[in-house]
C-alpha cells in the first residue's frame, strides 16, 4: 500500500497495556455497560502485527470501484468485528480498526451510492480517489469504522422484499441516517476503551454516497464529528438520482435512441463554442448552447438531424413542469454524462451489441416497488409520475436539509468539493444547495466561517483521473485537521490530474472555494 500521509506518526506511541485489552469478552461487556437498552456483540478482536491487510471479500467486480483490496505497509493495530442489533430485526456490522500507537482521533468513513460501507469498502488508499478507507485513517494514526447497516448486497436491491415488492423502512432507516451514527457512537467508544483516554477530535470523509452520509450527519447528528469533508455528495437524493433515467426517458418519448457517437458530437460541439475542450474545462459556469447549430453535420452515424437536436436539448435542460418549473437538474452541455466502453461509471451507458442504452436503476425500483423493473422503456410522462412520487415518498431521504446552525453551533467545520464534469450526480444540484445555504444564513461570508464550497472545473465524481485538477486526499485531509484543531481557513488547495491509463500526473495547480 502506497500511503496517504495527511498526519505525522512519528511522536506516538503503543497505548501501555492495550493489548490485553484487545479481549472480546472484556470489550462486549464495557460496551453493554454504556448501552445497556441495545443488543451488541463483539464478533472477534484481533492484533494484526504483519504490516498487511487482504480484503477476504476482494473480487474482480469489487475492483473496478476500488483502489486495491491488498494492503501492506500497516502500522500494528486491533481490529474488531462487532454485530449491532437494529429496529425491524436487521444486524449492523461494525468493522472497527484502531492504531496501537493513537493519535487520539475519530475518522469515520463512507460508501457509494445506497451502501454505507462494510468490510468490502475496506480497500487500499491512493490519494487521487476521494472518500477515506479504514486503512488509510490507520496508516495515519486514527481510529476508523465502517458499517454495512444492515444492508450487505452490494448492487442495493435490499430495500424491496423481492417476493412482496413491499418497502423494508427499518433498513431504509439504517442506510439514510441511523446505521452511520451508531457506527460512529460505537466505534468512538471502542477507541476510548481500549486505550483508557477521550477522543479528542473526530472526522469523517465520505463521497458520493459517503458524501450524503457526510452532509446527513451535519444535518442530524451535529454533535458526532467536529469536520466534516463531503466530496461529490449524493444529496437531494429524491431528485439526483433520477437523473441517470431522464435523458433513457427523452429518447424513449421521441422514438429515437442517440448513439454514443451523436451524444460526443454534441458535447465537442459545446467545446468548440468556448475554444475548445482545455477552454471548457477551465469553467465554473454551465455554457449555453443551441444545439440546432450542427444540425447537418457528418457523424460516422449519420448526419445531426433536427430530431437529434431537440432530444439533446431536452437532455441537457432537465425535467420541468407543465407551468415551465424546474423539476431538477440534469447534466451540462458539455460534460460527458454516458460510456460506450468499459466499467459503467456514468449515468448511462452502452453495452457492445445494444444499442438502447442501459441504467443501474436500483432507488427508481424503490419507489415504484418493483425489483424486476428495468426502465428500459420509460417515458417522460411515467417520469414525472416517478419524480413526483420519489419527493414524497422518501421525503426524509433527501439529504438537502440547510439546518446546521447545531453544527455550526458547536464549532464543526465542513467542506464539500464537487466537479463541474461529474458524470453520476449533477453538480448544479450542490450549487443549489450551497446557494440555499448562503440565502438562509445571510450570505456567503457567513457560510464560510463553518462550510467551503471547492466547485471544481473538470473534475469528475471523486478522483482526479477527469478533465480538470481534483483535491487530493491528502490536502482535503490536512485542510480540514488544521481548520478545526488551529482554526486555520482554508484557502487555496493542492488539486492534481492524472490519466485514468497511467495514473500519472499531467497537471498540478490550486483550488479555491467559490
Known amino acids: 500500500m502506497k500511503p496517504v500521509e495527511f498526519w505525522n506518526t512519528k511522536a506516538l506511541r503503543e497505548t501501555p497495556d492495550i493489548r490485553s485489552r484487545c479481549d472480546a469478552k472484556y470489550l462486549e461487556a464495557r460496551l453493554l455497560e454504556k448501552h445497556p437498552e441495545e443488543e451488541l456483540h463483539v464478533i472477534s478482536i484481533l492484533v494484526n502485527e504483519t504490516g498487511s491487510y487482504q480484503n477476504p ?27 449491532h442489533k437494529t429496529p425491524g430485526g436487521h444486524t449492523a456490522r461494525i468493522t472497527i480498526w484502531t492504531p496501537l500507537a493513537w493519535n487520539d482521533r475519530f475518522l469515520g468513513t463512507g460508501g457509494g451510492a445506497a451502501s454505507t460501507g462494510g468490510v468490502a ?12 478507507t479504514v486503512p488509510n485513517a490507520v496508516y ?24 412482496t415488492n413491499n418497502l423494508d423502512w427499518e433498513r431504509i432507516e439504517n442506510w439514510r441516517a441511523r446505521g452511520t451514527h451508531w457506527m460512529t457512537v460505537l466505534a468512538k467508544d471502542v477507541a476510548e476503551i481500549l486505550h483508557q483516554r477521550n477522543v479528542q477530535f473526530s472526522y469523517f470523509h465520505g463521497a458520493s454516497g459517503g458524501g450524503r452520509q457526510a452532509m446527513v450527519e451535519a444535518q442530524e447528528y451535529p454533535l458526532d464529528y467536529d469536520g466534516i469533508w463531503a466530496s461529490s455528495p449524493a444529496i437531494n437524493w429524491t431528485k439526483a438520482l433520477l437523473s441517470g433515467i431522464w435523458p433513457i426517458a427523452v429518447m424513449n418519448s421521441h422514438g429515437q435512441i442517440l448513439s454514443p457517437v451523436k451524444l460526443e458530437a454534441f458535447r465537442l460541439a459545446v467545446h468548440e463554442s468556448v475554444g475548445g475542450s482545455d477552454a471548457y474545462f ?16 457528418e457523424t460516422e452515424d449519420g448526419p445531426i438531424t433536427e430530431q437529434d437536436a431537440v432530444i439533446m436539448s ?19 452541455p458539455g460534460g460527458l454524462f454516458w460510456n460506450a466502453q468499459g466499467a459503467p461509471v ?15 436503476p436500483f432507488y427508481a425500483k424503490w419507489v415504484v416497488q418493483d425489483a424486476a423493473r428495468d426502465f428500459l422503456d420509460i417515458t417522460k410522462d411515467e417520469f414525472y409520475t416517478v419524480f413526483e412520487k420519489s419527493i414524497t415518498l422518501f421525503s426524509k431521504s433527501a439529504g438537502d436539509s440547510i439546518e446546521l446552525n447545531q453544527f455550526e453551533q458547536n464549532g464543526g467545520k465542513l467542506i464539500n468539493d464537487h466537479g463541474t464534469d461529474d458524470p453520476l450526480i449533477p453538480v448544479d444540484g450542490t450549487i443549489d444547495y450551497y446557494n440555499r445555504l448562503c440565502e438562509a444564513l445571510g450570505g456567503t461570508d457567513k457560510v464560510k466561517e463553518f462550510c467551503l464550497f471547492y466547485l471544481n472545473p473538470g473534475d469528475g465524481h471523486g478522483g482526479c483521473n477527469w478533465h480538470g485538477l481534483g483535491l487530493t486526499e491528502s490536502a482535503g485531509m490536512r485542510a480540514l485537521i488544521d481548520w478545526v484543531e488551529h482554526n486555520k481557513i482554508p484557502q487555496k488547495l493542492h488539486g492534481i490530474q492524472t490519466d485514468p491509463a497511467t495514473g500519472e500526473t499531467v497537471c498540478k495547480g490550486e483550488l479555491e472555494p467559490v
Open 57 to 83: 471479500l476482494a473480487s474482480a467486480f469489487l475492483e473496478m470501484f476500488a483502489s486495491g483490496f491488498n494492503m501492506d505497509g500497516l502500522p500494528p493495530y486491533c481490529e474488531v468485528q462487532l454485530e
Open 121 to 132: 469498502s475496506v480497500n487500499r488508499a491512493d490519494d487521487t480517489s476521494r472518500g477515506m
Open 140 to 163: 495515519n494514526g486514527f481510529t476508523a469504522a465502517t458499517t454495512d447497516s444492515g444492508n450487505v448486497s452490494f448492487m442495493h436491491d435490499w430495500a424491496l422484499d423481492s417476493a
Open 282 to 297: 477551465r469553467l465554473r459556469e454551465r455554457v449555453k448552447f443551441d444545439p440546432k447549430v450542427i444540425v447537418g453535420k
Open 314 to 332: 431536452e437532455i441537457w435542460d432537465g425535467p420541468h413542469r407543465p407551468d415551465g418549473e424546474r423539476m431538477w437538474y440534469s447534466f451540462r
Open 346 to 360: 456514468t449515468a448511462f451507458y452502452y453495452q457492445a451489441g445494444n444499442s438502447k442504452p442501459l441504467v443501474f
